[in-house]
């Protein structure tokens, strides 16, 4: 019963936010997702991120073994999902980039810190990097057919990454007053992505639900066993290991149909892989964190 408490208490108020995205949309009430989601990455993300790295107290030896994991989770699906597409004959550039990435920021974040505190952001945000790092790269180069790595280096929550790891590893602390201003800032973060994430899918329509369903059954599964074996083989803590697992499963992220709708991809079965993998994930998610908590 503990458990089941404690899930519940860490799943809800990630739904529940999400939820209120929903509903404010479908009861035909303004809401700028443009606007929202640049305040989000420009300012609140980054913000957030530099500020966990900055006071973590987590060795910085853990986090580069846990970077080298992260890297190593993406390198797998993206070769696992590679594989998969060509056998099946499924459209590479509409299929494998929602495949291999997830929803590691809006979804994964808050998951990661009401999971496992300050300590799970640390190691979040550090897989939301490599995430960020590989999908303006090689998931633009799937969708569009040329790449922009220049584009990653523009994204603020990339260089709120680096900088916060330097000032871990060199133990520099920014001024109290600007701190303080950061982590305002960074509190935003987490209630807009999630509302956010609501509002998306509202907004989003598809046709093609049921190949969806299966493909979406697949994401999650192979998600987890990569994510699992890869934990165990880095030999990661506790903490390190449940945020790992849990950002390999979360569901496919919307930015994979805004790319697709942008490059003239099946925007509209990856809507359909959103709408259904985040609902999956109402039910899967719970589930994971019973088992690695």
Partial sequence: MNLILTVFEIVAPVFLLSAIGFIWVKLGFEYRL????RLGVTLAVPSLIFVALMQTGIPA????LFTLAAIAGHLALAVAFGVFVRITGLDQRSYLAPLIFGN???LGLPLCIF???QAGLGYAVIFLAVTALFSFTYGIYLVAGRGAFGKALQEPMVWATL???LFLWQGWETPVFLTNSLDLLGQMAVPLMLITVGVAIARLTTQKLRQAVWLSLLKLLVCFVLGWVLAEAFQLDRIAFGVMVLQMCTPVAVTSYLLAERFNADSDAVAGMVMVSTLLSVAALP????IIL
């Fill in 287 to 290: 589930i994971i964190l019973a």
């Fill in 34 to 37: 443009q606007f929202v989601t």
């Fill in 163 to 165: 900088l916060g790891a």
């Fill in 61 to 64: 030896g853990q986090l580069t």
């Fill in 104 to 106: 590691t920021g809006n």
């Fill in 115 to 117: 999971a496992f505190g």
